[in-house]
C-alpha cells in the first residue's frame, strides 16, 4: 500500500479501520480528539459519550459481546474513568477492548501533565507505546491481538508530540475478522461481587505474569547497539530524540510498557558501562528498574517537567543542571473577539463575584481584562467547589459566589453537582451560569448530548439542560442571550444574587466559530425530516 503522511491520530484511526473494529467511543479531548473524527469519516461507527466513564463502560459492554472496540480519551479524561477501568481488568473481555490514553506532557492544552503509565501499573493493565505514526498504526492492532489472546483491556499510550505529528505510515492488509458479536453467559466472570472478584484478581495476576514473558522479547521493544560506553533505556518520542541526540549510545526502546521487562532491561544495563533511563514525565521506567536492583541514572528533576526534545536530551546525557533559557513567549490565548461570553465575563467582574470556574474555552475568563475566574480544577468542579464556597464564607462574601460551567461540561459531569446543589443546598442558595454555546468549542465544536446532533452532525437525541434543573426542584430557571441583553442578564444575575434560592442561569448564545456550521447541520437534518429521512445527502 502507498505510504503517506498521517498523525499518530489519524494512524490509530486507520488501524482501527482495517482491523475490523466495531465501535469507536470516547469523549473529544485535546490530543486524542482527532482519532474518532478520522475513524468515523473513514466509515468507522464512531460516537461521542456524555463522558469518559461512560464511554469506558459502553465499550466495555461492546466488548463482553465479543466485538472489537476502541475507546478514546485524553489523560485526565482517564481519571474520570478509573472506576470501571480498574474493575475491568478483573472481568476481562470476550473480544478486544483497547483504551487510547493521550497524555499531555508540557500541558499544551491541560490543566496537569500526569503520566498514565502509572494508571497501567495500578490497575494491571497491559500498556504499550508508540514513538511515531506507523508505530501508531501498527501498535493499535498489536493491542487488539493482545487484548483478544489474553482476554483483556490494553491501553495504548500516546502523548501530545506524537497524536499530532505527521511522519511516513503505510497501511497494512486488513486483519482477519473477528467473530460476530454474541452473548455468552458468564456471571462468575464479569459480576465482580467479592467472592468472584478474588479468584478474578489471581487470574488477571496469571495473565499478566504471561504477558511479562513474552515482552521480556517482544519485537515491539527495540534495541541499537553502540559504542558500549552510555546505554541509554528509553520510550515513545522520547526515543527519537535520543537517536538524534547520542548516535553513539546504546540505546533499548521500551515499547511494553507494562508489564515491564525487567529482565531485558537488566541484561541491556549489564552490555554497557554506565545505563541512563530518558523518559518523558514521571520517573515510572526508574523506578521499576531500581526496585530490581538494577545500577540505572535518572534524568535530573529539572527534566521531568514539560515535553523532552533532541537539545534537553542532549543536556540530561551531559548532566548539564543550568538554568534552560526562558521559552520564547507566545500570545497568551483569549476569547474570541466576537465571542458571547464577553458580556458574562464583563458583568461578573464590575459585580465583583467570585467565581468558581470550569474547564473549556471559558476558561479563558481568567484572562485580561476580566480576571473574572478564582478556579479551575476539573471538568465539573465549579458546582462543587462554589457550592464549599458558599457553605463556608461569611454571608456578604458568600452571596458574591457563582458556579459557571459550559454546555458540554455540564452534560459531562456538571449533573452531579446540580444534585449535590439540591440535596445540599448552602443557606444562601446558590448561582450557577452555564453558557451553552451549542458545541464543545474548546476541542474543535464536537457535538455532545445538548447539541441534538451526533458525532457526524446527524439527528439525535437532545438533552435539556433547563429541563434537567426543572425536573431536579431548582427554584429559578432562567434562560438569556447574554449579547443581546447584557442589562438584562447584569440585571437578573444581581436579583439571583440576593436571593436564597437556587438559581440555574442558562446564558445561550451560538459560538461565533461553530454558528454557521450550526446552521448548517440544523437545516440538514430538517431537510431530511422533511422528506422522511429519503433525501439525498
Given at each position: 500500500m502507498q505510504r503517506q503522511l498521517m498523525s499518530g491520530d489519524e494512524a490509530v484511526a486507520f488501524a482501527a479501520v482495517d482491523a475490523g473494529v466495531a465501535l469507536g467511543t470516547g469523549y473529544p479531548g485535546t490530543p486524542s480528539t482527532e482519532i474518532l473524527e478520522t475513524f468515523a469519516e473513514a466509515g468507522g461507527h464512531a460516537q461521542w459519550a456524555p463522558n469518559e466513564k461512560v464511554a469506558f463502560e459502553v465499550g466495555l459492554g461492546a466488548a463482553f459481546a465479543g466485538a472489537r472496540v476502541l475507546v478514546t480519551m485524553k489523560h485526565v479524561g482517564v481519571?474520570?474513568?478509573?472506576?470501571?477501568?480498574?474493575?475491568?481488568?478483573y472481568t476481562g473481555v470476550s473480544g478486544a477492548f483497547v483504551l487510547v490514553a493521550a497524555d499531555d506532557p508540557g500541558m499544551s492544552s491541560s490543566q496537569n501533565e500526569q503520566d498514565s503509565r502509572r494508571y497501567a501499573v495500578a490497575a494491571g493493565i497491559p500498556m504499550i507505546e508508540p514513538s511515531n505514526s506507523q508505530e501508531a498504526y501498527d501498535f493499535l492492532q498489536a493491542a487488539l491481538s493482545l487484548s483478544e489472546r489474553f482476554k483483556l483491556p490494553v491501553m495504548l499510550r500516546m502523548t501530545t508530540r506524537v497524536c499530532h505529528s505527521k511522519t511516513l505510515m503505510e497501511r497494512r492488509p486488513p486483519l482477519p475478522a473477528a467473530p460476530a458479536p454474541h452473548f455468552v453467559r458468564d456471571i462468575a466472570g464479569r459480576v465482580m461481587v467479592p467472592g468472584y472478584a478474588r479468584p478474578a484478581h489471581k487470574r488477571l495476576r496469571e495473565r499478566l505474569a504471561e504477558i511479562l514473558k513474552e515482552n521480556e522479547a517482544s519485537p515491539l521493544n527495540a534495541e541499537h547497539p553502540g559504542d558500549g560506553k552510555l546505554g541509554i533505556v528509553t520510550n515513545g518520542i522520547a526515543y527519537k530524540h535520543v537517536l538524534e541526540a547520542a548516535p553513539q549510545a546504546s540505546v533499548l526502546r521500551i515499547a511494553t510498557i507494562h508489564p515491564f521487562?525487567?529482565?531485558?532491561?537488566r541484561a541491556f544495563a549489564k552490555s554497557v558501562e554506565r545505563c541512563m533511563i530518558i523518559e518523558e514525565g514521571d520517573p515510572v521506567f526508574?523506578?521499576?528498574?531500581?526496585a530490581a536492583g538494577i545500577p540505572v541514572e535518572n534524568k535530573p528533576e529539572m527534566f521531568r517537567f514539560g515535553e523532552l526534545s533532541v537539545e534537553r536530551v542532549r543536556r540530561i546525557v551531559a548532566g548539564d543542571v543550568s538554568p534552560e533559557p526562558p521559552p520564547p513567549r507566545a500570545t497568551p490565548p483569549r476569547l474570541c473577539d466576537a465571542c458571547p461570553y464577553h458580556p458574562v465575563y464583563d458583568t461578573l467582574r464590575r459585580l465583583d463575584c467570585i467565581v468558581a470556574g470550569d474547564i473549556g474555552c471559558y476558561t479563558l475568563g481568567v484572562m485580561e481584562p476580566y480576571r473574572a475566574m478564582d478556579s479551575c480544577v476539573a471538568m465539573g468542579a465549579s458546582i462543587g467547589v462554589g457550592l464549599g464556597l458558599r457553605h463556608v464564607l461569611p454571608e456578604a462574601e458568600a452571596r458574591r459566589v457563582v458556579s459557571i460551567i459550559g454546555d458540554s461540561t455540564f452534560v459531562h459531569t456538571g449533573v452531579n453537582g446540580l444534585?449535590?446543589?439540591?440535596?445540599?443546598?448552602?443557606a444562601t442558595g446558590h448561582v450557577l451560569i452555564v453558557l451553552d454555546n451549542g458545541t464543545t468549542a474548546m476541542t474543535g465544536q464536537q457535538e455532545h448530548p445538548g447539541t441534538g446532533r451526533s458525532l457526524d452532525h446527524d439527528a439525535a437525541g437532545k438533552f435539556s439542560i433547563e429541563g434537567f434543573a426543572r425536573a431536579c426542584g431548582v427554584d429559578q430557571v432562567d434562560i438569556v442571550d447574554p449579547v443581546a441583553d447584557p442589562k438584562g442578564f447584569e440585571e437578573l444575575l444581581k436579583n439571583r444574587l440576593a436571593s436564597n434560592d437556587l438559581s440555574?442561569?442558562?446564558a445561550r448564545k451560538p459560538c461565533i466559530l461553530a454558528a454557521a456550521d450550526i446552521r448548517g447541520w440544523d437545516k440538514q437534518i430538517a431537510e431530511k425530516a422533511a422528506c422522511g429521512g429519503g433525501c439525498p445527502t
Open positions: 481519571n474520570v474513568a478509573a472506576d470501571p477501568l480498574f474493575t475491568s481488568a521487562p525487567v529482565e531485558r532491561v526508574f523506578e521499576q528498574a531500581r444534585i449535590e446543589m439540591i440535596y445540599n443546598p448552602p440555574v442561569v442558562v
